[in-house]
Antibody, heavy 120, light 101 residues
Framework: QVQLQESGPGLVKPSGTLSLTCAVSGGSISSSNWWSWVRQPPGKGLEWIGE???????NYNPSLKSRVTISVDKSKNQFSLKLSSVTAADTAVYYC?????????????WGQGTLVTVSS | SYELTQPPSVSVSPGQTARITCSGD??????AYWYQQKPGQAPVLVIYKDSERPSGIPERFSGSSSGTTVTLTISGVQAEDEADYYC????FGGGTKLTVL
């Protein structure tokens, strides 16, 4: 079955750029699915960041759109997240997930998540 | 933009039925999904398309929809069901902490 694994730096300096990668195994990123990023600040709820299709089409949360870029690397079967101009408010566990439809699909499965702390 | 509203907490005794609601103006026209999240773990899909269960999810989990509200029902609650539950359709609800007394 499909499994997802996030990777990337666990510490990012304020005003810097957060960069994470999600490796997909057990299935092809070029299947008929979207692929999403979701984050969860410590002790708080879930927030959808954005999604990408293997064609490169993207949709972003309007509240983060100006700072987010999601890209796909089909040769490596992975997709990536970049979040620029980060502040302490961007400290969160970041999850990647398979997304069944554009914008309004359900997410299954999820990666285990990776904690990113924004601090100097 | 729209919102999905959940109660912050629900408490039930073992063996009882827990009902967690999620309200939103967009819901009558669309499906909703539910996730269970235990401490330190990633969310897990428990209900999709209002009432469908993924393989491996116990039958005691069910979903329903009426008007602008969708409901996750857990029948015969067990201690292992204690978790945070999130509804989702485009955006996530704020989450409901289910406590098993």
């Amino acid at each position: 079955q499909v499994q997802l694994q996030e990777s990337g730096p666990g510490l990012v300096k304020p005003s810097g750029t957060l960069s994470l990668t999600c490796a997909v195994s057990g299935g092809s990123i070029s299947s008929s699915n979207w692929w999403s990023w979701v984050r969860q600040p410590p002790g708080k709820g879930l927030e959808w960041i954005g999604e990408i299709y293997h064609s490169g089409s993207t949709n972003y949360n309007p509240s983060l759109k100006s700072r987010v870029t999601i890209s796909v690397d089909k040769s490596k079967n992975q997709f990536s997240l970049k979040l620029s101009s980060v502040t302490a408010a961007d400290t969160a566990v970041y999850y990647c997930a398979r997304d069944t439809a554009m914008v309004t699909g359900w997410f299954d499965p999820w990666g285990q998540g990776t904690l990113v702390t924004v601090s100097s | 933009s729209y919102e999905l509203t959940q109660p912050p907490s629900v408490s039930v005794s073992p063996g009882q039925t827990a009902r967690i609601t999620c309200s939103g103006d967009a819901l009558p026209k669309q499906y909703a999904y539910w996730y269970q999240q235990k401490p330190g773990q990633a969310p897990v899909l428990v209900i999709y398309k209002d009432s469908e269960r993924p393989s491996g999810i116990p039958e005691r989990f069910s979903g329903s929809s009426s008007g602008t509200t969708v409901t996750l029902t857990i029948s015969g609650v067990q201690a292992e069901d204690e978790a945070d539950y999130y509804c989702h359709w485009g955006v996530f609800g704020g989450g409901t902490k289910l406590t098993v007394l």
